[in-house]
């Protein structure tokens, strides 16, 4: 009896709060089920008929089984009630934050449906005049386009007609005497060459060239500057370079007697003496021959305004070597070496004296044109008729352009006119059977052979030596192997038999 009383009393406990507690009706919100977890019913309302079941089957069991039942399900309610709060409590607000997020999106998107649907209501007027408006301004470029063409067309063909035209009027109307008082009925514009079409023009500068060669084969001129490989011919600015220094020469010449009139204590033979030692000097330090053509001219530009004792003319001599050595040489020699050659007649300071004097009357204006700057050219266009560059022709013509350099006589001539007739006698000299000047030469020079004879007959004096002279550095220089040994070299027969045919 004691056993079946405490059985029944355990019943009835478990009994009693599934009988008070009602099962929530609706959604279960977090306050709700707070309250719900406060009266303790809501472990017993979400599974009250799986306990109760399974307590009915188990009351034919022995107290043993019947206890350890009881104590199983007072754990696993125990432990269900907080883990069931905790997945409702995730569940419930994942749903109400769900929902409401919908809530707001959902009415998010009607209201940019709305605002998006209001403009273009009303706005509809505006583009449609906007599309109506586009294919307009494309039909106006396009017409526009099209008149521009026909006006093209038109004048391509006025050009084209308008010489015909121009012809027909003056063979059917002869111009009037009076052609300016005579009033032009119709006056067509003047023609363009920049209107003339792409393949028109290039078509025409093929025909001017084609007879401009064969202008030129005809006369017996080649052209020299059609050679563009040697960067250093400068083939596309040579005549442009030429015509200018021919201009160049004649504005900075020194005077042809400044020592009749402004030197007294120089004469025409201490200034050979000095330009033969000043040979020597180039030679040593093996200095280019422009270099040596420059202070030669840098020399006589001074002593045409400046008066110089003797003693001072070697003195002129260095600081003129100098300053064309600085203008022309890649490695210049050094002021103390220019000391050193004068066996240190001069000391540093008086040569850089000298220099800055030089420098300051000449106004710093040193690229003057030389003989040496035309012999190229010139040497280049006898050359043009040779099938293999003559070396011997080259060397004899740059030695008879330097023996006029110690000659005061010589001044008077202008570089250019030395230069053409070093290279008219150099070339009869080499050779007796034909003519040493020819169309080529004559184009490049601008010189004719009649124009060339006292100054090839002065040359052939000094190439002879008629006269005597006794400065030897220029012919000891070209008599070496290396330049062919043409200082040797004389023509047979006489340069005047040439000019007396």
């Given amino acids: 009896m004691h056993c079946s009383y405490k059985r029944q009393a355990s019943m009835n406990k478990e009994n009693e709060p599934n009988e008070k507690v009602e099962e929530p009706i609706g959604r279960i919100t977090r306050a709700r089920s707070k309250a719900l977890g406060a009266a303790g019913g809501i472990c017993s309302s979400s599974k009250p008929s799986f306990k109760q079941d399974q307590k009915r089957v188990l009351r034919g069991n022995s107290k043993r089984a019947a206890s350890d039942e009881n104590k199983a399900s007072v754990t696993a309610t125990v432990g269900l009630q907080p883990k069931r709060r905790a997945v409702l409590k995730d569940v419930t607000i994942v749903c109400a934050e769900s929902l409401y997020m919908d809530r707001i999106n959902a009415k998010k998107i009607q209201t940019t449906k709305q605002t998006i649907r209001d403009p273009r209501e009303n706005k509809k007027d505006m583009v449609e005049d906007i599309s109506v408006e586009i294919p307009l301004v494309e039909e106006d470029v396009k017409t526009k386009l099209a008149e521009d063409l026909s006006k093209i067309r038109m004048v391509e063909t006025q050009e084209n007609t308008l010489p015909k035209i121009l012809e027909e009027r003056e063979q059917a109307e002869p111009m009037c005497p009076g052609a300016r008082e005579c009033p032009v009925a119709d006056p067509m514009p003047p023609i363009q060459p920049s ?78 003496i000095l330009i033969d ?9 093996k200095l280019v021959p422009d270099t040596l053509y420059l202070t030669v001219s840098l020399i006589d530009r001074f002593l045409s305004h400046n008066f110089i004792e003797k003693q001072r003319l070697q003195l002129l001599g260095v600081a003129c070597m100098l300053i064309a050595s600085k203008y022309e040489e890649i490695c210049a020699p050094r002021v103390e070496e220019f000391c050193f050659i004068t066996d240190n007649t001069y000391t540093r300071g008086e040569v850089l004296k000298m220099e800055s004097k030089v420098l300051n009357f000449l106004c710093f204006q040193l690229s003057v044109p030389t003989t040496k700057s035309f012999l190229r050219r010139f040497i ?53 059977s034909d003519h040493p000047w020819n169309p080529t030469l004559e184009h490049y020079t601008s010189f004719k052979a009649s124009e060339l004879k006292t100054t090839v007959l002065a040359l052939e004096d000094l190439q002879l030596n008629t006269n005597g002279c006794s400065l030897n550095a220029i012919r000891e220089k070209y008599r070496q192997q290396k330049f062919k040994c043409v200082a040797t070299r004389t023509a047979p027969e006489s340069v005047v038999s040439l000019f007396s045919r």
Wanted: glycine fraction near 4%; aromatic fraction near 8%; proline fraction near 5%.
């Fill in 195 to 272: 209107r003339i079409p792409v393949g028109l023009q290039s078509h025409q500068e093929k025909e001017e060239n084609e007879v401009c060669k064969k202008l030129g084969a005809s006369e017996g001129v080649v052209d020299i500057d059609s050679n563009l490989k040697d960067p250093q011919l400068c083939g596309l600015y040579a005549p442009d370079i030429y015509n200018n220094i021919r201009v160049t020469e004649l504005n900075q010449r020194p005077s042809t007697n400044y020592m009749e009139q402004l030197q007294r204590d120089i004469t025409p033979s201490m200034r050979g």
């Fill in 277 to 285: 030692w000043l040979v020597e000097v180039s030679e040593e330090y």
């Fill in 380 to 432: 280049q266009a006898a050359q043009a008729t040779y099938k293999v560059p003559c070396m011997e022709l080259e060397f004899l013509a740059n030695y008879l352009a330097e023996l006029t350099l110690v000659e005061y006589n010589f001044l008077k001539l202008l570089p250019s006119l030395i230069a053409a007739s070093a290279v008219f006698l150099a070339r009869w000299t080499l050779n007796q």
